[in-house]
């Protein structure tokens, strides 16, 4: 993203405004409370993107002494489970503000010093852009358990833009080969790279995610009682959970938004459905789910210059007019929001708004090389992950792009998840 000290300093600092954001709108009761098993405390995620920017860029980059070596474990995601991490001896909510603001000032001390050629780590700024993202990437975690707690709103923020009701349909990708991944992106994470091409046969995709309208039909439809939609797997889980619509549904056509209840949007995409409701509706639909290189084909891809992109809409760093990003709003928007945003063929809402289920498991780039460290992605390769697009409401633009790639198991509804259709050229 960038090599300039003053731009990484202001990304650091936004991230945090974000964070206190977060952990400032409740109190403490409710920071050490477990809102879901699904999630952790929010004052867990507060002191470990305190505990991963000590590790890298205090300990690493800097090679400076640690400042709390002892709380290292508390905060390892691997040594203990979400729904265990109430039950740790946990920095209090008064501590942990105060540890993480030691370790930053430790890192912009750092930041000042370091030479960003010195080595790999740091070189384009990358060991600062990833302690970014990462904190960008818990603060959207930490606006997933805002939407799972019980009691009223304290956060809130302007509707999103309206929409448009002329997008919809389906648009045609051209078959042939595409540029998948980059080598150039200095931010990229390890999972994103290398670069390489993929010969993508021609498809259609849906020009727009699916919205509330269209998954209300599914439902209507007795979507939800037909096991003929459904893999055997995703009927399993549809019974055993007990599934009959999105979280946080409620009846009558509301719904719980930010502990503000609400009625839904019918233009807006549905959010909060797992990998198995959206592979049923699409099966239901006549279509599928696209496969990842489908769905960064239509992000990326120029046809004019046959050149893949940063984003649907050129290189440029997402501005309000091109995407739902960043906590701006906290619902996706309506479909047809932003046609700043859309690809040159007409896709819109590739990035923003809902993290976009793909058909694809989470697997390396050919060529894949760990870097930094294995537990970011590697150890998820080839687990019970699918592979999410494309970026929320709730996701950063530091923490988005056209290479950007998430992964969640199957059943996971608690993130801002929704999906678009694809289907083969017949
Ligand atoms: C990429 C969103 C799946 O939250 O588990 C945060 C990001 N990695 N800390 C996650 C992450 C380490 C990761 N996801
Ligand atoms: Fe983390």
């Known amino acids: 993203m960038t090599t300039d000290k003053n731009q990484i300093a202001t990304e650091l600092e936004r991230a945090r405004a974000r964070t206190a954001l977060l952990t400032d709108a409740v109190d403490d009761d409710d920071l050490v409370q477990q809102h879901s098993p699904l999630m952790s405390p929010l004052v867990w995620d507060l002191a470990h993107v305190g505990n991963q920017e000590e590790l890298w860029l205090v300990r690493d980059v800097g090679g400076r002494d640690p400042l709390r070596q002892d709380i290292d474990h508390l905060y390892d995601a691997f040594q203990h489970a979400r729904r265990d991490r109430p039950a740790l001896p946990l920095l209090d909510p008064a501590e942990a503000r105060k540890y993480v603001a030691q370790v930053r000032d430790k890192a912009l001390d750092v930041l000042d010093r370091v030479r960003l050629d010195e080595r790999p780590l740091v070189t384009g700024g990358f060991a600062f852009g990833m302690i970014v993202q990462h904190e960008q990437q818990h603060d959207e975690t930490m606006l997933a358990t805002h939407q799972l707690r019980a009691g009223g709103p304290v956060l809130s923020a302007p509707p999103p833009p309206a929409g448009n009701r002329r997008v919809r349909g389906e648009v045609l990708i051209p078959g042939g080969p595409f540029t998948m991944g980059t080598d150039t992106d200095p931010w990229a994470l390890d999972n994103e790279r290398p670069a390489h091409v993929v010969d993508v046969p021609a498809f259609l995709i849906d020009a727009a995610p699916v919205t509330n309208a269209a998954y209300r039909e599914f439902i209507d439809a007795g979507g939800y009682d037909n096991p003929d939609w459904w893999s055997p797997r995703g009927w399993a889980h549809r019974q055993e959970a007990g599934l009959t619509a999105p979280m946080h549904w409620l009846p009558d056509g509301f719904v719980r938004q930010f502990g503000r209840i609400v009625p839904l949007d019918p233009s807006a995409p549905v959010v909060h459905v797992c990998f198995h409701e959206a592979e049923a509706y699409a099966k239901w639909a006549g279509k599928r789910l696209p496969t990842e290189a489908e769905w960064e084909k239509a992000a990326r891809w120029d046809p004019e210059t046959g050149r893949s992109r940063r984003f649907p809409w050129g290189d440029d760093p997402p501005g309000p007019e091109h995407a739902n990003l960043g906590q701006r709003h906290l619902a ?59 970026g929320s409401f709730g996701t950063d633009p530091a923490a988005c792009r056209g290479t950007f790639r998430n992964w969640d198991h199957p059943i996971r509804r608690q993130i801002f998840s929704g999906f678009r259709c694809a289907r083969d050229l017949r």
């Not at 992605?377 to 999410?388: I, M, N, Q, R």
């Open 332 to 390: 996706p928007a309506p479909v047809g929001a932003y046609p700043a945003g859309a690809s040159p063929l007409g896709v819109h809402q590739l990035i923003g708004d809902v993290w976009e289920w793909t058909s694809s498991g989470f697997h390396g780039h050919p060529g894949f090389r760990v870097f930094p460290y294995a537990e970011y992605s590697e150890v998820f390769f080839g687990g019970d992950y699918k592979v999410l697009r494309g």
